[in-house]
């Protein structure tokens, strides 16, 4: 089954600079790459998702990039805020395998 | 709009009992997950279901039973239940075909097992 690396654990920046989270992935069978985020105490919630068949997809001061060849999606953020400070998950799904496998999670912190 | 509810949110119990999970959703989803979350394993599938009376095994699925009688309930049950199984369940559904669309997640509950 699909198996999928999340880097770093944790993440601690200061307000205004980028964060950039890694995650890799084993199945090449894989087409959709969703990142949640996770507040303290709250549900995951879906910031933004990507399918295998683009490279790159941008909402405002996020952005996701793919690169299918090396097996490895990264989730970057710009002009963090301390709003942004949670657990982000990463995950791996495959239409025709029925599987979503998630990343063990990066906690970010954004330092005011 | 209650959108997904589980309940409890909190519960203890102890070894070798019989504890249930619910999960309900308004929106007629068709599929619908129940993951658990321990530190350090992120989130892990323990059961999924297609349709009404369509479930089948996640990632993690020994010693939970799940049953699907309604489009709308999805419970989760633990028949005899170990402190391995103290974590954060969640619940959530899907208006895509499964896993390539948008998961919406439950509050949480919280079962410890003493």
């Known amino acids: 089954g699909e198996n999928v690396e999340q880097h770093p654990s944790t993440l601690s920046v200061q307000e205004g600079d980028s964060a950039v989270i890694k995650c890799t992935y084993s199945d090449s069978a894989s087409n959709y790459f969703p990142w949640y985020k996770q507040e303290l105490g709250k549900r995951p919630q879906l910031i933004i998702d990507i399918r295998s068949n683009v490279g790159e997809k941008k909402d405002q001061r996020i952005a996701v990039t793919l690169n299918k060849t090396a097996k490895h999606f990264s989730l970057h953020i710009t002009e963090t805020q301390p709003e942004d400070s949670a657990v982000y998950f990463c995950?791996?799904?495959?239409?025709?395998?029925?599987?979503?496998?998630f990343g063990a999670g990066t906690r970010l912190t954004v330092k005011p | 709009d209650a959108g997904i509810t589980q309940s409890p949110r909190y519960k203890i119990t102890e070894t070798g009992r019989q504890v249930t999970l619910m999960c309900h959703q308004t929106w007629s989803h068709s599929y619908m997950f129940w993951y658990r979350q321990d530190l350090g394993h992120g989130l892990r599938l323990i059961y999924y279901s297609a349709a009404a009376d369509i479930t089948d095994k996640g990632e993690v699925p020994d010693g939970y039973v799940v049953s699907r009688s309604k489009t709308e309930n999805f419970p989760l049950t633990l028949e005899s239940a170990t402190r391995s199984q103290t974590s954060v369940y969640f619940c959530a559904s899907s208006k895509g075909t499964g896993y390539t669309g948008e998961l919406f997640f439950g509050e949480g509950s919280r079962l410890t097992v003493l």
């Open positions: 995950a791996a799904a495959s239409s025709g395998n029925n599987d979503m496998r």
